[in-house]
């Protein structure tokens, strides 16, 4: 059996940016889901009201994580022998 050729979509100096913008996506997307299942329940216009929250959530989170994970990396480095 053959193996694919592997396709880079980024380069690799674009790692830390890509790994903070899916990061950040996945977990305002499951922050605000609960979020927004706390404060309105399983309703019509669930879905909608939930993404709102998740494309408003996204837009904080993702700039917040490209300068706290530098933070914490430096903060685990510490923490840890």
């Known amino acids: ?6 396709y ?3 380069p690799a100096k674009f790692a830390p940016v890509l790994f903070g913008f899916i990061v950040s996506g996945l977990m305002s997307c499951i922050v605000s889901c609960i979020a927004t299942m706390k404060a309105v329940g399983l309703v019509d216009g ?3 009201t939930w993404m709102s ?16 994970a530098p933070l ?8 840890t022998i």
């Not at 059996?1 to 592997?6: E, N, S």
């Open 1 to 6: 059996m053959k193996h694919a050729k592997r």
């Open 8 to 10: 880079y979509m980024f």
């Open 46 to 48: 669930f879905v909608g």
């Open 53 to 68: 929250g998740w494309v408003s959530s996204w837009a904080v989170a993702f700039p917040v994580i490209l300068f706290v």
């Open 72 to 79: 914490a990396r430096r903060l685990v480095a510490r923490l």
